[in-house]
């Protein structure tokens, strides 16, 4: 059994920071991708940050330049700086990771449960 658990969200005034972490536990053989997406009610979710095992990234336009995810894979975690936040970035972000949970099996995605950001104007 595989958890993602997401922590370090909440209000922030525009123009703040905020680090958020998601920390993957329990059967993991290996773990390729690993990203942040974003989704806001009427809304599709939507991809926000990438990044591999070997450390590549890739983000999306409207976060080029203020996001930066990072990894750290002796504890299996993500992060994501979020930083000059816009009112627009207000979401609930989820983490996944594609991960192996045997050598016998093919990657599977899994999902945190999502954390609340909120940026005032």
Same mark, same amino acid.
């Given at each position: 059994?595989?958890?993602?658990?997401?922590?370090?969200g909440g209000?922030?005034?525009?123009? @703040?920071?905020? $680090?958020?972490? #998601?920390?993957a536990s329990?059967? !993991?053989?290996? !773990?390729?991708?690993?990203?942040?997406? $974003?989704?806001?009610? @009427?809304?599709? *979710?939507?991809?926000?940050?990438?990044?591999?095992?070997?450390?590549?990234?890739?983000?999306? &336009?409207?976060?080029?330049? *203020?996001? /930066? !995810?990072? *990894? &750290?894979?002796?504890?299996?975690?993500?992060?994501?700086?979020?930083?000059?936040?816009?009112?627009? &970035? /207000?979401?609930?972000?989820? #983490?996944?990771? &594609?991960?192996? /949970?045997?050598?016998?099996?093919?990657?599977? $995605?899994?999902?945190?449960?999502?954390?609340?950001? /909120?940026?005032?104007?």
């Amino acid at each position: 059994q595989v958890q993602l658990v997401e922590s370090g969200g909440g209000l922030v005034q525009a123009g @703040g920071s905020l $680090r958020l972490s #998601c920390a993957a536990s329990g059967s !993991i053989f290996s !773990i390729n991708a690993m990203g942040w997406y $974003r989704q806001v009610p @009427g809304k599709q *979710r939507e991809l926000v940050a990438v990044i591999t095992s070997g450390g590549s990234t890739g983000y999306a &336009d409207s976060v080029k330049g *203020r996001f /930066t !995810i990072s *990894r &750290d894979n002796t504890k299996n975690t993500v992060y994501l700086q979020m930083n000059s936040l816009k009112p627009e &970035d /207000t979401a609930v972000y989820f #983490c996944n990771a &594609d991960l192996y /949970t045997s050598t016998y099996s093919g990657p599977s $995605r899994y999902w945190g449960q999502g954390t609340q950001v /909120t940026v005032s104007s």
